[in-house]
């Protein structure tokens, strides 16, 4: 299973920035569309950004315009540029493939993300 470790979450005022990145374990991780998932308290998690191997971009309404993904395929990494940032955005964030299966991967441990002056 492709095993994931994010990185860079961490307090910040709102219009502040902050960059994740996540790196992968395994082969796959080239050959996948990946994508940053977010998950605040009491709410489901939900995908906000994906990336295709190609370099293919989309984003919820919710970030577009403020957030960015890319990819590192050489480094196993995947990173989100986020922007603009809103107390809403404060959340767990979690990287994964897109689509999520249990058979190819799990859930890493996540980066929070807390907005707030």
């Known amino acids: 299973q492709v095993q994931l470790v994010e990185s860079g979450g961490g307090l910040v005022q709102p219009g502040g920035s902050l960059r994740l990145s996540c790196t992968a374990s395994g082969s796959i991780f080239s050959i996948s569309t990946m994508g940053w998932y977010r998950q605040a308290p009491g709410k489901q998690r939900e995908l906000v950004a994906r990336i295709s191997t190609g370099g293919m971009t989309n984003y919820a309404d919710s970030v577009k315009g403020r957030f960015t993904i890319s990819r590192d395929n050489a480094k196993n990494t995947v990173y989100l540029q986020m922007n603009s940032l809103k107390p809403e955005d404060t959340a767990v964030y979690y990287c994964?493939?897109?689509?999520?299966?249990?058979?190819?991967?799990?859930w890493g441990q996540g980066t929070q993300v807390t907005v707030s002056s």
């Open positions: 994964n493939l897109v689509p999520f299966s249990v058979y190819v991967s799990q």
